[in-house]
T-cell receptor
Framework: DSGVTQTPKHLITATGQRVTLRCSPR?????VYWYQQSLDQGLQFLIQ???????AKGNILERFSAQQFPDLHSELNLSSLELGDSALYFC???????????FGNGTRLTVT | GIQVEQSPPDLILQEGANSTLRCNFS?????LQWFHQNPWGQLINLFY???GTKQNGRLSATTVATERYSLLYISSSQTTDSGVYFC?????????????FGKGTKLTVNP
C-alpha cells in the first residue's frame, strides 16, 4: 500500500458530463501530481501542486482543472467529457519537489 | 522536452532467468525513477536513482548520468515480476514537464 488514496476506483459517465476525482496524499507529502494513462499516449503528466500552489503544468486540457486544498488533498475536475478522455487517472505524491513518487491505485474513467 | 527511450519493448523470460532493462534519455537529469506496473495496474516505485547504483533484493539499478542511460537488473526472475517497467526522468533544465515516462518494457515471466 503506497499510502496514496484515490476515489472513486471506477467511474462511468456520458459524454458532456463533468466528474471530480479525489486524491489524498501520503501523510507528510506536500507535492501532489496528476497523471493520465491511456493506451495510445502512455503516462502523461497533467499537473503538480506543492503545498497548495500550482507548481508545474503539463499536457492538461483546458476542460480539466485541479486544486490542492489546505489539508493537502487534491481534486481533478474533468468537464465536457469526450470519449477520448477515457483513461486511467493516477495521483501521486512526494515529500518535496524532487523525491520518490508514490502512486495511488488510480481511477478508471470510462466515457460512453 | 526531454526524451526517454526504453528497451526492449517486450521481454519474455522463464522463471529463474536474469534480465537487463535499459533507459536512455536525451538530456541531463536531476531525477530518475524506475516503476513497476503490475497486471492489476498498480504503479510501484522501485528506485529513485538520478546517479549511481542501488540494490533492493533481486533488483538493482545503475544510472550513468554522464552517458545518459540507466539500467534495471532483475535476477532470478519470478512470475510476480511480470508487468510493465517504466523509467521516468526530469531534466535539469526544469520547465513545465515533471517526471516524463518512457513507453515501458513489458516483462512476462513464465513458470
Amino acid at each position: 500500500d503506497s499510502g496514496v488514496t484515490q476515489t472513486p476506483k471506477h467511474l462511468i459517465t456520458a459524454t458532456g458530463q463533468r466528474v471530480t476525482l479525489r486524491c489524498s496524499p501520503r501523510s507528510g507529502d506536500l507535492s501532489v501530481y496528476w497523471y493520465q494513462q491511456s493506451l495510445d499516449q502512455g503516462l502523461q503528466f497533467l499537473i503538480q501542486y506543492y503545498n497548495g500552489e500550482e507548481r508545474a503544468k503539463g499536457n492538461i486540457l483546458e476542460r480539466f482543472s485541479a486544486q490542492q486544498f489546505p489539508d493537502l488533498h487534491s481534486e481533478l475536475n474533468l468537464s465536457s467529457l469526450e470519449l477520448g478522455d477515457s483513461a486511467l487517472y493516477f495521483c501521486a505524491s512526494s515529500v518535496g519537489q524532487i523525491s520518490p513518487l508514490h502512486f495511488g491505485n488510480g481511477t478508471r474513467l470510462t466515457v460512453t | 522536452g526531454i526524451q526517454v527511450e526504453q528497451s526492449p519493448p517486450d521481454l519474455i523470460l522463464q522463471e529463474g532467468a536474469n534480465s537487463t532493462l535499459r533507459c536512455n534519455f536525451s538530456d541531463s537529469v536531476n531525477n530518475l525513477q524506475w516503476f513497476h506496473q503490475n497486471p492489476w495496474g498498480q504503479l510501484i516505485n522501485l528506485f529513485y536513482i538520478p546517479s549511481g547504483t542501488k540494490q533492493n533484493g533481486r533488483l538493482s539499478a545503475t544510472t550513468v548520468a554522464t552517458e545518459r542511460y540507466s539500467l534495471l537488473y532483475i535476477s532470478s526472475s519470478q512470475t510476480t515480476d511480470s508487468g510493465v517497467y517504466f523509467c521516468a526522468v526530469e531534466g535539469r533544465q526544469g520547465g513545465s514537464e515533471k517526471l516524463v515516462f518512457g513507453k515501458g518494457t513489458k516483462l512476462t515471466v513464465n513458470p
